[in-house]
């Protein structure tokens, strides 16, 4: 019998993450990626909770070990930059045993690629255009590529999914902004403070230098609930926008500006809550982000990870019946993610505080933790 041929678009985290474990149930995956390659930057992000054990089962905890970051501390400073909080984070994690781990996003998307490359065809600066299903199967078009037919197609494509938009509609009808906006970009220098991340507070703004591995990662994250919608693909405006609402502050903050100014590698988005009342019609389905985003402290690389062995099991222990596969599939991740998605204003408010009285609680409870996330 010949194995059963499934797309999935997105080689993040998400994506081959399910390829690795469909090759495993026997299926035959292919993994189509618009970027002409894997994203070599991006913001550390920890992989801890359900897909420490995913991981494991793929045998690339060592890997990630040896890539994890070296922060132990968080240094809390005031808008002009000084310190008004030291918190300890968690003591050896990703170290030993099986303690979360923090490695940056690049890292991660690298090694789970690398784990699943011999196992499934990757297509590299491709995209779908088309997708056409019926009963039995989904006839895809590419942008580059012949068109093809699968029997699945999964989208693990992210906030801004090319499947969901073909498949279940525009993405103004599941996506809700929440307001806050981020920007990141790599500083091409070593952190001042290698084992710290050092973050900069005002009311309703963050910067952050994160050491990241070698090589410094500066964040902005900002509450701007006046831009409710914007050019993805415009840089330029990214930049602008970034400047604008991180005027006055002082510390290291106009330096960091002018790296984001002339920088090629700027990432922004607006932090966003994908809310869908199915994951899945007919045979084409999602995966992470682009089924449920809920990323702000971390926790959306972790439950892709999840989610994506998840649906790799469901849809090998009902083959034949793509309905309850996918059914499945869903039950048991929404009850992963949707405690997650209700704590995301409740995360907001730790990390970007929208008042000055906010932002003095904050720091007065960093004084008190005995060791932070």
Same mark, same amino acid.
């Given at each position: ?11 993040? #985290? ?24 894997? &994203? ?41 930059? !000084? ?23 690049? /890292? ?25 299903? /019926? ?27 090319? #499947? ?11 996506? &809700? ?14 952190? /001042? ?11 309703? !703004? ?51 500006? /002018? ?80 405690? &997650? ?10 990390? #970007? ?21």
């Amino acid at each position: 019998m010949t194995p059963r041929s499934v797309l999935v678009s997105g080689a993040g #985290v998400a994506g081959p993450t399910l390829a690795h474990w469909l090759a495993r149930h026997g299926f035959r995956p292919t993994v189509v990626e618009k970027a002409q390659g894997l &994203r070599s930057s991006g913001n550390p992000v920890d992989v801890r909770g359900p897909a420490l054990p995913v991981a494991e089962a793929m045998g690339v905890l060592p890997q990630l070990r040896a890539a994890a970051t070296s922060a132990t501390a968080m240094r809390l400073l005031n808008a002009t930059g !000084r310190e008004v909080a030291r918190v300890r984070m968690s003591a050896g994690r990703g170290r030993t045993g099986h303690r979360e781990v923090e490695v940056p996003r690049g /890292d991660l998307a690298a090694v789970l690629h690398e784990a699943a490359r011999d196992e499934a065809e990757f297509l590299f600066g491709d995209s779908i255009t088309a997708l056409r299903q /019926d009963e039995h199967g989904v006839d895809v078009t590419f942008e580059q590529a012949a068109p093809r037919r699968f029997d699945f197609v999964i989208g693990a494509d992210g906030l801004h999914s090319t #499947v969901r938009h073909l498949a279940f509609g525009p993405e103004r009808d599941f996506v &809700r902004p929440t307001g806050i906006l981020v920007a990141t970009v790599p500083l091409g220098e070593p952190a /001042d403070h290698p084992h710290e991340v050092v973050v900069c507070n005002a009311p309703g !703004r963050l910067v952050s230098v994160h050491p990241s591995r070698g090589e410094a990662l500066a964040a902005f994250i900002f509450r701007r609930p006046d831009i409710t919608a914007f050019d993805h693909r415009d840089t330029a405006l990214h930049k602008r926008i970034v400047t604008a609402s991180h005027a006055g502050l002082g510390w290291r903050v106009p330096h960091l500006l /002018d790296r984001l100014q002339n920088t090629d590698d700027l990432y922004f988005d607006a932090v966003s809550i994908v809310d869908l009342p199915s994951w899945s019609r007919g045979r084409i389905a999602l995966l992470g982000d682009a089924a449920s985003c809920v990323s702000l402290l971390g926790d959306g690389s972790s439950l892709a990870i999840a989610g994506a062995r998840a649906l790799a099991a469901a849809l090998a222990a009902h083959p034949t019946a793509p309905a309850t596969a996918l059914d499945r599939y869903e039950a048991a991740h929404r009850a992963l993610v949707m405690p &997650r998605q209700r704590g995301v204003r409740r995360s907001a408010a730790l990390l #970007v505080p929208a008042t000055r009285l906010g932002l003095a609680t904050r720091n007065l409870a960093a004084r008190l933790l005995p060791a932070g996330p």
